[in-house]
């Protein structure tokens, strides 16, 4: 850990206004700790949120931050990231932000391998809107808008990303704060598009995918001798629908990020501010 920088660091002076025991808490606080492990501080952070119980999360860290539309974080990430190469970027969303609306974005910034992580909050609800079935509910998880169930198979967005291309795969459990936190930092370690699925439980809507159920069923692939380098067991496990997994599912050692395969650098993206618009600074302000 950089020893000027703590992850406390990263706490704004927003409290959350998350439901008591939401797994969005261990959540950020595992992101915030591998933000700073990896040596990086609030002034080289730029946190993109999307929308729903997730979208508030740029309020809640001491960074800079955008909360962008809904779904189309990713797109907003990516251009930061073009914009100021420097910068450590976050993307944060949830599972009815990245695998609904904006499953597209999440396809095409999977394939850019722009280099900047994407942490996704999958409580397998829509939480914001007060509990209704996500693109990863069960086929049977019962709401008040699908009183029978969504009766469609959930989207696995693991087997999305590999399909897609992904660099870097992996999954985690808000609540197993140290293992959170070291999948994070590899995610922001990794040179390219760092996808982590977090199981951050709904203590308020989902009464299926709780704490004690992942507790029960998670497998920790750090304890077995599985090989996160094997695209063809990648496969196998992003594909077993008879286990939750936890840790690095793949990761291509040899990933080149967007920005080395463009010859893109710092220099060549640097905002001219001296030609901005006369007043922009004050309508930034204004709206954010």
Same mark, same amino acid.
């Given at each position: 850990?950089?020893? +000027?920088?703590?992850?406390?660091?990263?706490?704004?002076?927003?409290?959350?206004?998350?439901?008591?025991?939401?797994?969005?808490?261990?959540?950020?606080?595992?992101?915030?700790?591998?933000?700073?492990?990896?040596? %990086?501080?609030?002034?080289?952070?730029?946190?993109?949120?999307?929308?729903?119980?997730?979208?508030?999360?740029?309020?809640?860290?001491?960074?800079?931050?955008?909360?962008?539309?809904?779904?189309?974080?990713?797109?907003?990430?990516?251009?930061?990231?073009?914009?100021?190469?420097?910068?450590?970027?976050?993307?944060?969303?949830?599972?009815?932000?990245?695998?609904?609306?904006?499953?597209?974005?999440?396809?095409?910034?999977?394939?850019?391998?722009?280099?900047?992580?994407?942490?996704?909050?999958?409580? /397998?609800?829509?939480?914001?809107?007060?509990?209704?079935?996500?693109?990863?509910?069960?086929?049977?998880?019962?709401?008040?808008?699908?009183?029978?169930?969504?009766? +469609?198979?959930?989207?696995?967005?693991?087997?999305?990303?590999?399909?897609?291309?992904?660099?870097?795969?992996?999954?985690?459990?808000?609540?197993?704060?140290?293992?959170?936190?070291?999948?994070?930092?590899?995610?922001?370690?990794?040179?390219?598009?760092?996808?982590? %699925?977090?199981?951050?439980?709904?203590?308020?809507? %989902?009464?299926?995918?709780?704490?004690?159920?992942?507790?029960?069923?998670?497998?920790?692939?750090?304890?077995?001798?599985?090989?996160?380098?094997? /695209?063809?067991?990648?496969?196998?496990?992003?594909?077993?629908?008879?286990?939750?997994?936890?840790?690095?599912?793949? +990761?291509?050692?040899?990933?080149?990020?967007?920005?080395?395969?463009?010859?893109?650098?710092?220099?060549?993206?640097?905002?001219?501010?001296?030609?901005?618009?006369?007043?922009?600074?004050?309508?930034?302000?204004?709206?954010?």
């Amino acid at each position: 850990m950089s020893s +000027q920088v703590r992850f406390t660091d990263f706490k704004s002076d927003k409290q959350p206004t998350w439901c008591p025991g939401c797994g969005d808490f261990g959540t950020m606080n595992g992101m915030m700790k591998a933000l700073a492990e990896t040596g %990086n501080d609030p002034d080289n952070t730029f946190v993109v949120a999307g929308i729903g119980c997730s979208g508030k999360i740029g309020t809640y860290m001491h960074s800079y931050a955008i909360h962008g539309v809904h779904g189309r974080a990713l797109p907003v990430g990516a251009g930061v990231k073009m914009a100021n190469p420097d910068l450590e970027v976050m993307v944060a969303g949830g599972d009815g932000d990245g695998y609904s609306i904006g499953a597209g974005h999440f396809v095409h910034a999977v394939r850019r391998n722009v280099d900047m992580s994407y942490v996704v909050m999958d409580n /397998r609800i829509y939480g914001l809107t007060k509990g209704q079935a996500s693109p990863t509910s069960r086929e049977d998880f019962e709401t008040s808008t699908t009183p029978e169930g969504p009766q +469609q198979p959930p989207v696995n967005p693991l087997a999305l990303a590999l399909a897609s291309g992904a660099t870097f795969i992996a999954q985690s459990f808000s609540s197993d704060a140290l293992r959170h936190q070291e999948i994070v930092q590899k995610a922001i370690e990794h040179d390219g598009f760092g996808f982590v %699925n977090v199981f951050s439980p709904c203590v308020t809507f %989902n009464d299926v995918d709780t704490y004690d159920y992942f507790r029960d069923s998670l497998v920790d692939l750090q304890e077995t001798d599985y090989d996160p380098t094997d /695209r063809d067991a990648a496969k196998e496990k992003v594909l077993d629908a008879d286990k939750e997994y936890m840790g690095v599912l793949y +990761q291509d050692e040899e990933s080149v990020p967007y920005e080395d395969t463009h010859g893109l650098d710092s220099n060549m993206s640097q905002i001219d501010h001296e030609g901005a618009p006369e007043g922009a600074m004050d309508l930034v302000r204004e709206f954010y």
